[in-house]
Every structure is written in C-alpha cells, then in structure tokens.
C-alpha cells in the first residue's frame, strides 16, 4: 500500500480526495497539511510515497517549492493537483521535480488514477499535453525511439539520476565507480541530445510519460 499526504488550504479538498481513495485497498491518506510550515514540520517527521500538493499552498513559493521538497526528500513523489492551467504550468512543475500535474477540474477517476501511476513511480499528465509533447518530436527524435537505443545500464543510471540520486549513490546502488557512473552521464547526453544534468533529467521524465 503506498501512503498518500494532502497539502491543500482548502478543507474542501482533504475531503474529496479522502472521498475518492476511500475504496482504494492500494493507497492510504495518511495525512493533511494546510501551509507550508504544517507541510515541513510532517516531511520532517515522516515521508509519505506520494505528496498531492496545490502549488498556491500558503507559506511556500510555488513551483520552487517542488525542488527544495524533492532536493530534501527524494524519495517523496509529487503530484500537483491545482487549479493553475496545465498547459501554462504543467511542464515547468514535472522540471522542477514533480511526477505528476493534474487540474482540480478534473474527474476524480482520473485524479484516482492519477495518484495511482505516481506511487507506482510514473509520471502523470493529461492526454491533451502528453500528445502535444510527442507531436512536436518529428519520427528521427522520437522520445521512446531513443530510450529504445539505451543500453539496460543505461536506463538504470537514468532512471537513479532522474530520482535525485547523487554520482556515489547511483555507484553504490549498482556496484560500479564513480567514474563509470561519469561515463554513463556523457553517454546518455550524447544518445538524448541534451547539453546538462538538468535537460537530462526533464528528458528522462518526459521519456516515462511516453513509456509508462
């Protein structure tokens, strides 16, 4: 069972999404927050699998906020359930860490399935951006055409550095060195056609969306 944390200023949507997962045998609420001090002082103390977070949550600064959550607490996957268009701000929050982005507009099957696909580790956008995403890539630049072309090791180096993992804990986590780990880092900017960690990482994120 993964566990679920509410970060919303408004009762209304604890209420809802406990509504929602009640009858979910695989995902447990196990807690709510309404700012940014009540959200820190939980994380502090403990970190559930899945953070469904509005961005507009008192006491914190927005889309930044995701990368100091994800800098602090790694492990802690987000999703964030908002009001804000997705088609304005939907990318810009799964850059900065998030894992998933749903509108409060939506039905609440989706947003079920939503928090279901984050906590299993996928990355959750609407069909609407998701399309667009792959529209723009022509047939040669094809996202999954080029994780295709990854090497399992690769794709294991990927996915560690996607999660936030530093040099020595991907090095660690797979009984290689640092420094091959360095070579996998040059292999994979070259196969993905990115210029930095940073572009590496959205990539890999992008590349779940179209694989999950």
Do not use: W
């Not at 797979?174 to 210029?195: A, C, F, G, P, W």
Request: proline residues 3%; aromatic residues 4%; charged residues 25%.
């Amino acid at each position: 069972m993964s566990t679920v944390l509410i970060a919303d200023h408004h009762p209304v949507v604890h209420e809802g999404i406990r509504c929602i997962l009640r009858n979910n045998p695989a995902l447990e609420v196990v807690g709510s927050v309404y700012s940014g001090m009540e959200l820190y002082g939980f994380l502090s103390e403990n970190q559930p699998d899945v953070l469904v977070i509005e961005i507009d949550l008192p006491e914190i600064n927005g889309i930044n906020a995701l990368r100091t959550i994800k800098t602090d607490y790694s492990k802690v996957k987000i999703l964030v359930c908002t009001g804000h268009p997705e088609e304005v701000y939907a990318l810009s929050a799964i850059k900065a860490g998030a894992a998933g982005y749903i509108s409060k507009l939506a039905k609440p099957e989706d947003l079920e399935k939503a928090i279901y696909q984050v906590a299993r580790g996928g990355i959750y956008l609407n069909k609407k951006i998701t399309e667009k995403l792959n529209a723009g890539m022509s047939p040669g630049r094809n996202l999954i055409a080029k994780f295709k072309k990854l090497s399992t090791r690769e794709s294991e180096v990927l996915n560690l550095i996607a999660s936030g993992k530093r040099n020595k804990d991907i090095a660690e986590a797979l009984s290689i060195n640092e420094k091959t780990v360095s070579t996998y880092k040059t292999r994979l900017l070259k196969k993905l056609q990115v210029d930095n960690i940073a572009d590496l990482i959205t990539r890999s994120r992008l590349l779940q969306i179209s694989t999950t």
